[in-house]
């Protein structure tokens, strides 16, 4: 049945904000991808009552397949949650959600993101690697579950700004 639906989805990938109706569709995703899954309740809330919270839905051809949420606080942006439905992994939809946040964090006035990602969770190290995240710190035990460490991971450069010779006037306005 999960084989069905994952082959007959093949439209495009479409990124959106997470709405109230969103909520079913998005627990169940979020109770195949975590040990400890956040409750429906507590997705309610971030939308809400969380004035900093910004969450995102992906779907291809109108399958929820994929979620993101982060705090945007002065400067600063926290992932709060990443997941992509365990039939679509390793497509690229997570980097593209990442893409979307980050991108979403800029436009709030975030110059830079956090987020803490589990020890043995080496498949979203490597992504957040690849888009530029840095490993800066341990917390001990934070994933109480398992009494597992999380790594915590930084992009200082989301606003990174245009080479200085790119910025020159004679290289052209509105590059």
Not at 104 to 125: D, F, I, P, Y
Not at 130 to 150: C, Q, S, T
Not at 162 to 167: G, Y
Request: net charge positive; aromatic share 10%.
């Amino acid at each position: 049945m999960e084989r069905e639906r994952e082959d007959s989805l093949t439209g495009p990938l479409t990124i959106t904000e997470m709405t109230l109706a969103d909520l079913d569709e998005v627990h169940q995703v979020e109770q195949q991808s975590f040990p400890t899954p956040w409750s429906r309740k507590a997705f309610w809330c971030e939308l809400t009552q969380n004035i900093y919270a910004h969450y995102v839905v992906a779907r291809i051809d109108n399958v929820l397949v994929g979620y993101a949420g982060m705090w945007v606080i002065l400067d600063e942006a926290h992932v709060t949650n990443i997941a992509v439905h365990p039939a679509y992994r390793r497509r690229g939809i997570g980097r593209r959600i990442l893409t979307e946040l980050m991108e979403r964090a800029k436009s709030r006035g975030a110059t830079r993101m956090t987020l803490e990602v589990r020890k043995s969770n080496e498949g979203a190290q490597r992504l957040y690697r690849e888009m530029g995240f840095v490993a800066r710190g341990i917390r001990k035990g934070y994933y109480a579950d398992l009494n597992e460490d999380a790594i915590i991971m930084w992009k200082d450069d989301l606003c990174k700004p245009k080479p200085r010779w790119q910025r020159m006037p004679w290289f052209g306005a509105g590059r």
